[in-house]
């Protein structure tokens, strides 16, 4: 991952719940710009690992199960998906992100009813 998730994802992650680009955060200290870069900085190593699920050279329950930081993430760029793929004219961006997230999903689903939603619930996507 980036030198910047290292030096404190955490604490943007925390803040981290957008839902436009323009409005976000909403002390107005960081831009829609700020909030992209942070997209692409905490989802875009995360996206390639879920290529990896996508293409099938990592097992999707081995992935899974040590990585609920990757669905976090997807939860909390979903209400700004499309905006951020518009603004980068990008149909496409976090595309296997998005997919492996709803494989996780289901997953999830599958293993205990409503541990979704409590997880949901939980970050507050």
């Not at 999707?60 to 951020?84: G, H, K, Q, T, W």
């Amino acid at each position: 991952m980036s030198s910047h998730l290292a030096t404190g994802s955490h604490i943007s992650l925390r803040a981290f719940l957008p839902t436009t680009i323009l409005t976000w955060p909403q002390s107005g200290v960081m831009t829609s710009h700020f909030l992209m870069s942070l997209v692409s900085g905490m989802a875009q190593p995360l996206g390639t690992m879920a290529s990896f699920v996508a293409a099938g050279v990592l097992n999707p329950e081995l992935f899974f199960a040590s990585n609920r930081e990757m669905l976090l993430v997807a939860v909390r760029v979903r209400p700004v998906l499309a905006d951020i793929r518009a603004a980068y004219k990008d149909p496409s961006f976090l595309k296997n992100l998005e997919t492996v997230a709803q494989q996780f999903s289901d997953y999830l689903d599958k293993a205990g009813p409503g541990t979704l939603e409590a997880f949901v619930a939980r970050v507050g996507g």
